[in-house]
């Protein structure tokens, strides 16, 4: 009878329960609420029951300079499709980690994918949710270079399948409040401040706090072709026309000739001058704050609109 009792007692402590964590020496793994990769089969089943819409976020994995994490773009919007989901039930899909990068391939750690292959990845996988019974699809830009991707991938689920796309990025400005903003405190002269910059640094201060190592951040030295470099200063001063210009040629593949990738204008590869250590996790987490509370409001306005289950 000791000899059971042991054996059973053994097999309490050798067993692993949902209950217990595991002792890899890993940090723990802390479960999030409508989180895909989380869930369980009964998990997605039940939330089914009261949503049928997916949030998707469309990330990188790129080179930020000296100071934030390849995974930027990819762990901050992840991390941010997170928090609108515990205010509001939505289902949050992270596919894939790359996106279209090639314009920072002179920096090592940097993974691009072509954007046929991106966007056919994200259609397929909605796909795979739709025969599941969700619905709607929220697409989440996380990364500039895949603007153009993502209003593609929304395209074409409207238009070959049975689901409804929105790109999250083109609703959320007339929910947006941009009042706690404008408290925060700015330089005394505009500066060209972009890609890994202060506005990056600060939102992985609030999100991902962990991974950014500020200790290493510097100005970087930019070097630009002679047109853009004179057209900087309107584009700081905020001329729209110049911005679309300017962003038209500069990071651009080194393979196109332009001039204008990564490695060939940053010594760091940040887009901007300003030295990314003078980030600051309040504006990360009021900037934050409000892109989830734009979410939560177009979620609800748009339940409202098309209760889930609505249509064929």
Known sequence: MKRVLLFAAAALVLTPCGTEAQHTGLPEIVKVK????????????????RSDMV????????????????????????????LIAQRVDILVAPIMMPGQSP?????????????????????????????????????????GGNRAITTFIVDRINQETAGIAVSLDAVTGPFRDRTASRG?????????DRHGGTPETSNSLYMIPQLVDLDAAYAAELTLPLHMEEMLP?????????????????????ATGKGTSSVEMSTTGVWGVRNPAEATLERGRVGTEAGV???????????????????R
Do not use: C
């Open 234 to 254: 309107e584009v700081v001063a905020g001329d729209a026309t110049a911005l679309a210009v300017f962003l038209a040629e500069g990071l651009k593949d080194e």
């Open 34 to 49: 409508n989180y895909l990769p989380h869930m369980t089969r009964p998990e997605v089943e039940d939330l089914l029951t």
């Open 103 to 143: 314009y920072h391939m002179g920096f090592a750690g940097t993974v691009t994918l072509p954007s046929e292959l991106i966007q056919e990845v994200y259609v397929e996988a909605a796909k795979s949710l739709m025969q599941h019974g969700f619905k709607r699809f929220l697409f989440m830009n996380a990364h």
């Open 293 to 311: 509370a734009a979410a939560v409001a177009f979620i609800e306005r748009w339940n409202e609109l098309r209760p889930p289950g609505t249509g």
């Open 184 to 192: 925060l405190p700015r330089p005394a002269e505009p500066m060209f």
């Open 55 to 82: 949030l998707i976020p469309v990330a990188s994995l790129e080179q930020h300079g000296t100071h934030l994490p390849i995974g930027t773009d990819y762990l901050n919007g992840v991390e941010r499709a997170k």
